[in-house]
């Protein structure tokens, strides 16, 4: 069974940066392509990046492209979510989970309990 932890998120002025992290335990990581994903407060979850098995291929949604930057350690069975130039609309509880595909990237497994990003003003 895979369990995600999702940490580094916090309060941060916008224009500021996090780092998040997500730990992925249970299978053999480096077998998944990872996303990250949010869901603001009213607002359904929403894709944000994602990164293939090995790290060569990346993708991003549209609002955060340019400003965000994901990759994986797989020795470390980790996946970050560098976040730049913070804007109050990143605000949410930002998720990670293995996806079906780059193409298809429906979540493969249940959600962990995310981590809270509150971009202020």
């Known amino acids: 069974q895979v369990q995600l932890v999702e940490s580094g998120g916090g309060l941060v002025q916008a224009g500021g940066s996090l780092r998040l992290s997500c730990a992925v335990s249970g299978r053999t990581f480096s077998i998944y392509n990872v996303g990250w994903f949010r869901q603001a407060p009213g607002k359904e979850r929403e894709f944000v990046a994602a990164?293939?098995?090995?790290?060569?291929?990346?993708l991003y949604a549209d609002s955060v492209k340019g400003r965000f930057t994901i990759s994986r350690d797989n020795a470390e069975n980790t996946v970050y979510l560098q976040m730049n130039s913070l804007k109050p609309e990143d605000t949410g509880v930002y998720y990670c989970n293995p996806i079906e595909s780059m193409i298809n990237r429906n979540a493969l497994h249940a959600w962990g309990q995310g981590t809270l990003v509150t971009v202020s003003s």
């Open positions: 990164v293939s098995r090995s790290g060569a291929t990346t």
